[in-house]
């Protein structure tokens, strides 16, 4: 195992990587996710999981602003899957079963390009999964 310490080495390390797997944690990193990492192992060579979130968040915030944004940070997930449940029924509803995923399509390449600030862009032609 590797840890990278910082947002300018995960760069480096992400632009030597052809394929990168990612295996989404809060930090908390048990039995189950270490059976994801074997299992993202199989399709690539380098295997990313989010726990650096966790760690960025209580790096870049302090006092109260820190309670704030773990507590967006924690829910920002669980708010999503809520919303898409609603939003994508009431869109399959109204404009038939191939709209939400039109509507998902063109949200996650917005949201992507958000995280490109931090996150290496996807323009240099790996390929993600996870």
Known sequence: MEVIGSIR???QRLQREPTVACVPTMGNIHEGHLRLVK?????????VTTIFF???V????AGRELATAMAVLVMSWPFGIALGQV???WLAEMQGWRAPFVAASLYCPRVGTRRSRLLPSAATGRRLIG
């Open 9 to 11: 080495e995960l760069r």
């Open 39 to 47: 299992i993202a192992q199989q399709h690539a060579p380098f295997v």
């Open 54 to 56: 966790t760690k960025m």
């Open 58 to 61: 209580v790096d870049w915030f």
């Open 87 to 89: 939003g994508h029924g």
